[in-house]
């Protein structure tokens, strides 16, 4: 982890082709959820959600929104993982 601009805040950084980083990624595919947790003042955990990439939020016609189960999240998430692991690779070839 790196010190960020923020007081108090930091900076995850992982190398995308280390067998642990291409691990956990996997795993969050195969789970469809993973949990993300940050501070938004020094010393806290004050902001904690489980992030479910198998749901959509869903406009309704009366202007209501709703969670629902979707395929096309998932693969949306694949889709951009592949494009970030593809520019991450041709940067490297430079």
């Known amino acids: 982890m790196l010190g960020a601009e923020s007081n108090g805040y930091k900076l995850l950084l992982a190398d995308a082709f280390d067998k642990r980083v291409l691990a956990l990624i996997m ?3 195969k789970t469809e959820e993973f949990t993300v947790g940050f501070n938004r003042k020094h010393g806290g955990l ?3 959600t489980v ?3 198998n749901t959509s939020l869903q406009r309704n016609p009366d202007g209501t929104s709703q969670w629902v189960q979707s ?3 998932p693969l949306a998430f ?4 592949t494009r970030l692991f593809e520019d991450i690779e ?3 070839s430079k």
């Open 46 to 48: 004050d902001v904690y």
């Open 71 to 73: 395929t096309a999240t």
């Open 90 to 92: 041709q940067q490297l």
């Open 51 to 53: 992030v479910k990439i």
């Open 78 to 81: 694949i889709s951009c993982m």
């Open 27 to 29: 795993d969050i595919i």
